[in-house]
T-cell receptor, first 114, second 112 residues
């Protein structure tokens, strides 16, 4: 275990549903990240939070809405998704943003949008 | 990281042999590099990292080599075991940037 947990591990949702992904890190880190991993593409960074403040939004559609209530928790709220949003969503954390900071990943949430 | 392609590069090796996984990067300003291992159903797991002021770093059964002249990174795994079967990603970070850029990944398969 890396110290980063994600729930749920699997999620199937319709295009009109609203759901949320949760990430929690037990490493005392200050930075948290959301990534999308789909077939045939490298890992895509979606959002970065540093000390609860969003520092990067990598041109992500507004149907994905992140929330970071504290340095240990990160959410990704989903609504009116499209089938092409089906992917593995990975959360990661690091001590801080920038510098030579290793990111530690959770196991991911496998999302299927029907 | 590696150029994006339609197919995940694959490497098959015999159990007990050494494996070498390669990664090319294009950003000459990258100064920090990481190798991750991702097993089926799991998130990427940190293996080893290297800074641009080094050209070699060793861990337990793994060695990372960095050739800044040709912008090439490699991961060597000694005495490959079945548990080494996974997809291996390289990641790079630009000096002063806040995000890692990941390569496409290489799937390593161990033959018994």
């Amino acid at each position: 275990e890396t110290g980063v947990t994600q729930t749920p591990r699997h999620l199937v949702m319709g295009m009109t549903n609203k759901k949320s992904l949760k990430c929690e890190q037990h490493l005392g880190h200050n930075a948290m990240y959301w990534y999308k991993q789909s077939a045939k593409k490298p890992l895509e960074l979606m959002f970065v939070y540093n000390f609860k403040e969003q520092t990067e939004n990598n041109s992500v559609p507004s149907r994905f809405s992140p929330e970071c209530p504290n340095s240990s928790h990160l959410f990704l709220h989903l609504h009116t998704l499209q089938p092409e949003d089906s992917a593995l969503y990975l959360c990661a954390s690091s001590q801080r943003v920038g510098g030579e900071e290793t990111q530690y990943f959770g196991p991911g949430t496998r999302l299927l949008v029907l | 990281g590696e150029s994006v392609g339609l197919h995940l590069p694959t490497l098959s090796v015999q159990e007990g042999d050494n494996s070498i996984i390669n990664c090319a990067y294009s950003n000459s300003a990258s100064d920090y590099f990481i190798w991750y291992k991702q097993e089926s159903g799991k998130g990427p797991q940190f293996i080893i990292d290297i800074r641009s002021n080094m050209d070699k770093r060793q861990g337990q059964r793994v060695t990372v080599l960095l050739n800044k002249t040709v912008k090439h990174l490699s991961l060597q795994i000694a005495a490959t075991q079945p548990g080494d079967s996974a997809v291996y990603f390289c990641a790079e970070k630009d000096r002063g940037a806040q995000k890692l850029v990941f390569g496409q990944g290489t799937r390593l398969t161990i033959n018994p």
